[in-house]
């Protein structure tokens, strides 16, 4: 037996599957729709590691899946956060998986005042900024004459050009290396990264320039990515950055060493003016001169000087000490005191160290004092008879010497 | 690629004859001392006088090798 109760009517023709029916609202969604701007707000914005974008557009009634390709996310220059208001051009679809109305976003502008670029700029400066980055006292001096200096810029360009006039009317004696880089569109910034990573191999290299002309906001826009200006923050030797004209600033000048307006200003910070050198090389020359020539006369009367009072000192003591000696040896006499005998020792020990003493000082410069076994000092060719053993006292000890016979 | 140790550089030498001059002036030295910093004063001079005389200014390429090393290669003017 059969159940034939039946409380729905069967379809009178053939069920669309699921996927038909989507298709063909896809079909019909997007030949109704022309490419259209939609303003909204983000939400759910995620990226996939395909590079992707997704996220929602919402106003306060309704809201609108999109999707954004990695192509064209890419040209975006900062990623966009939760609640960001945006214009989004695109086209309408219907995405198959979900049956979800989709736009396929082409273009992203935020609504705010310079966009994304205002957006992008702010938070490369802000991250620059919390590494201390941009400090001024980050900043070294450059050297004052460069014997190698890298440039990073596009072979093609005219700053090439510019830095190699410039350097060689100014400062011949250096060596230029260029290390090409894309300056605008894709690839610019990795290009620059490697580029700026690549010069600081060298190891003669001792300054790096990193420019290029002017261009539009967009042209320029590499110069202000994070990657570039940290490459140019890390480099080991001294950078000037010089990018496009000068009202136009980007991150990277700001973490650059030294700033120039244009590429040719670049160079002329770079390297000194030749003449400049010349002239100073002259003035050191004259300089080294005088300074010798007053040092030698200073030297000469030093010893005039110096024989004199050595001459004088010496006489002096012994002369004190003779007449010590003998003003004691007469109280000896009178007295004959026994404490006087070991007295007359102490005093004849006195008496060769108080020689010994008073030239030390003429001894330090080079001078030598000659004395016979006695401890007298030989001062004349008439003291040395060929032969005659004497002790030469220097500035450290004594030597044992004898006389030559002369000729 | 330029060698590792290299002479010194003209900034090291203007230095440096800075620092004799300034030594020659002061009376602190002895004069064997002296003599030997002006004759050390006249060489760094002469080094640095031909360093600017025959310097002609040097273009290169730098590139990355196909094995990670650095290649330079000459430019024209």
């Given at each position: 037996?059969?159940?034939?109760?039946?409380?729905?009517?069967?379809?009178?023709?053939?069920?669309?599957?699921?996927?038909?029916?989507?298709?063909?609202?896809?079909?019909?969604?997007e030949h109704a729709f022309p490419p259209l701007w939609?303003?909204?707000?983000?939400?759910?914005?995620?990226?996939?590691?395909?590079?992707?974008?997704?996220?929602?557009?919402?106003?306060?009634?309704?809201?609108?899946?999109?999707?954004?390709?990695?192509?064209?996310?890419?040209r975006v220059p900062a990623t966009p956060q939760e609640?960001?208001?945006?214009?989004?051009?695109?086209?309408?679809?219907?995405?198959?998986?979900?049956?979800?109305?989709?736009?396929?976003?082409?273009?992203?502008?935020?609504?705010?005042?310079?966009?994304?670029?205002?957006?992008?700029?702010?938070?490369?400066?802000?991250?620059?900024?919390?590494?201390?980055?941009?400090?001024?006292?980050?900043?070294?001096?450059?050297?004052?004459?460069?014997?190698?200096?890298?440039?990073?810029?596009?072979?093609?360009?005219?700053?090439?050009?510019?830095?190699?006039?410039?350097?060689?009317?100014?400062?011949?004696?250096?060596?230029?290396?260029?290390?090409?880089?894309?300056?605008?569109?894709?690839?610019?910034?990795?290009?620059?990264?490697?580029?700026?990573?690549?010069?600081?191999?060298?190891?003669?290299?001792?300054?790096?320039?990193?420019?290029?002309?002017?261009?539009?906001?967009?042209?320029?826009?590499?110069?202000?990515?994070?990657?570039?200006?940290?490459?140019?923050?890390?480099?080991?030797?001294?950078?000037?950055?010089?990018?496009?004209?000068?009202?136009?600033?980007?991150?990277?000048?700001?973490?650059?060493?030294?700033?120039?307006?244009?590429?040719?200003?670049?160079?002329?910070?770079?390297?000194?003016?030749?003449?400049?050198?010349?002239?100073?090389?002259?003035?050191?020359?004259?300089?080294?001169?005088?300074?010798?020539?007053?040092?030698?006369?200073?030297?000469?009367?030093?010893?005039?000087?110096?024989?004199?009072?050595?001459?004088?000192?010496?006489?002096?003591?012994?002369?004190?000490?003779?007449?010590?000696?003998?003003?004691?040896?007469?109280?000896?006499?009178?007295?004959?005191?026994?404490?006087?005998?070991?007295?007359?020792?102490?005093?004849?020990?006195?008496?060769?160290?108080?020689?010994?003493?008073?030239?030390?000082?003429?001894?330090?410069?080079?001078?030598?004092?000659?004395?016979?076994?006695?401890g007298r000092v030989l001062r004349r060719v008439g003291?040395?008879?060929?032969?005659?053993?004497?002790?030469?006292?220097?500035?450290?000890?004594?030597?044992?010497?004898?006389?030559?016979?002369?000729? | 690629?330029?060698?590792?140790?290299?002479?010194?550089?003209?900034?090291?030498?203007?230095?440096?004859?800075?620092?004799?001059?300034?030594?020659?002036?002061?009376?602190?030295?002895?004069?064997?001392?002296?003599?030997?910093?002006?004759?050390?004063?006249?060489?760094?001079?002469?080094?640095?006088?031909?360093?600017?005389?025959?310097?002609?200014?040097?273009?290169?390429?730098?590139?990355?090798?196909?094995?990670?090393?650095?290649?330079?290669?000459?430019?024209?003017?």
């Open positions: 037996m059969s159940l034939s109760l039946s409380l729905e009517e069967a379809p009178r023709q053939r069920p669309s599957t699921v996927s038909e029916v989507v298709e063909s609202a896809r079909v019909v969604v939609v303003e909204g707000e983000i939400s759910n914005f995620k990226t996939y590691p395909s590079g992707h974008w997704y996220f929602t557009l919402k106003d306060p009634a309704a809201q609108l899946r999109c999707v954004m390709w990695r192509a064209d996310a890419r609640g960001l208001k945006v214009f989004a051009r695109g086209e309408l679809t219907v995405g198959t998986k979900r049956g979800e109305l989709q736009l396929v976003v082409r273009q992203l502008l935020a609504t705010t005042e310079g966009g994304f670029y205002a957006i992008a700029l702010e938070r490369a400066r802000a991250a620059l900024e919390k590494d201390g980055l941009l400090d001024p006292a980050r900043k070294r001096p450059l050297p004052l004459y460069p014997r190698v200096i890298g440039v990073v810029t596009s072979p093609e360009g005219a700053v090439w050009h510019d830095i190699v006039a410039v350097v060689g009317r100014r400062w011949p004696a250096t060596e230029l290396v260029l290390v090409g880089a894309r300056v605008q569109g894709d690839g610019a910034v990795e290009d620059l990264c490697r580029a700026l990573a690549l010069a600081n191999r060298l190891t003669a290299l001792e300054l790096l320039i990193v420019g290029r002309g002017g261009g539009s906001k967009e042209d320029l826009w590499a110069f202000n990515d994070e990657r570039v200006a940290r490459a140019v923050a890390a480099s080991r030797v001294p950078t000037i950055a010089a990018v496009g004209h000068e009202t136009d600033v980007t991150l990277t000048e700001l973490v650059a060493d030294v700033r120039a307006a244009t590429p040719s200003a670049a160079a002329e910070k770079a390297v000194p003016e030749r003449a400049d050198l010349v002239r100073r090389l002259a003035a050191v020359g004259a300089g080294l001169g005088s300074a010798v020539s007053r040092r030698l006369q200073l030297a000469e009367e030093r010893v005039r000087h110096a024989s004199t009072r050595l001459g004088g000192a010496v006489d002096r003591r012994l002369a004190a000490t003779g007449e010590r000696l003998r003003r004691h040896a007469a109280r000896m006499v009178a007295s004959c005191d026994a404490r006087l005998a070991a007295r007359q020792a102490d005093l004849s020990r006195l008496g060769a160290s108080l020689d010994a003493l008073s030239p030390l000082k003429v001894l330090d410069r080079g001078y030598a004092v000659a004395r016979d076994d006695r003291d040395f008879p060929p032969g005659r053993a004497f002790r030469l006292r220097v500035t450290d000890g004594e030597v044992p010497a004898r006389a030559e016979p002369r000729p | 690629m330029s060698a590792e140790r290299r002479p010194p550089s003209l900034e090291e030498d203007l230095n440096r004859l800075d620092a004799i001059v300034r030594a020659l002036e002061t009376e602190d030295v002895d004069l064997d001392r002296a003599l030997a910093l002006f004759e050390e004063g006249v060489e760094r001079l002469r080094t640095a006088r031909e360093r600017l005389a025959d310097a002609g200014l040097r273009l290169r390429q730098l590139r990355e090798a196909a094995d990670g090393g650095l290649k330079l290669d000459d430019l024209d003017r």
